[in-house]
């Protein structure tokens, strides 16, 4: 019985460890950043969200800017806000928040396919990314 019990249990494992690596969906999405003409980033929702590179339109309920060490910098929350903030993908998202050189930020948003009901989770996302405008020595960001 137990020598048995030995020779599944490897198999049983290694099965249970690939089904968990395939099954396993990525928490959060990574939205593009670029830099604009004044120094400030373009945070935005990636051309590639869609499939077919449509334009689709995102119901966007919170945003906010964080510091590790200091906190929550800036939100703005959109969630029950009677104008709602839309956006298209690889359009600019509006952080009314001046981001200084060489600090790193974590950054991150919520968004919904617009025209999704409340209840409907499926086209929910949290997007969030780590960055740092680095201002190099010849005076380029």
């Known amino acids: 019985m137990n020598k048995n ?4 249990l490897p198999l049983v494992l290694t099965i249970a460890l690939i089904a968990g ?12 950043i670029a830099l604009k003409k004044d120094g400030q980033p373009c945070i935005s929702i990636p051309a590639n969200e869609d499939f077919f590179r449509r334009k689709k339109d995102f119901d966007i309920s919170y945003l906010y800017v964080y510091q ?7 939100s703005k929350n959109y969630f029950h806000s009677a104008k709602p903030y839309y956006v298209q993908n690889d359009q600019c998202l509006i952080f009314n928040y001046h981001f200084q050189n060489n600090i790193p930020y974590h950054i ?24 740092q405008i680095i201002k190099k020595p010849n005076g380029t960001l």
């Open 5 to 8: 019990l030995f020779h599944i």
């Open 21 to 32: 690596c395939i099954l396993h969906n990525n928490v959060f999405y990574t939205p593009d």
């Open 68 to 74: 590790v060490g200091v906190g929550e910098l800036w």
């Open 108 to 131: 991150g948003f919520f968004s919904n396919e617009k025209g999704n009901e409340e209840n409907n989770k499926s086209t929910d996302k949290e997007w969030m990314r780590y960055m």
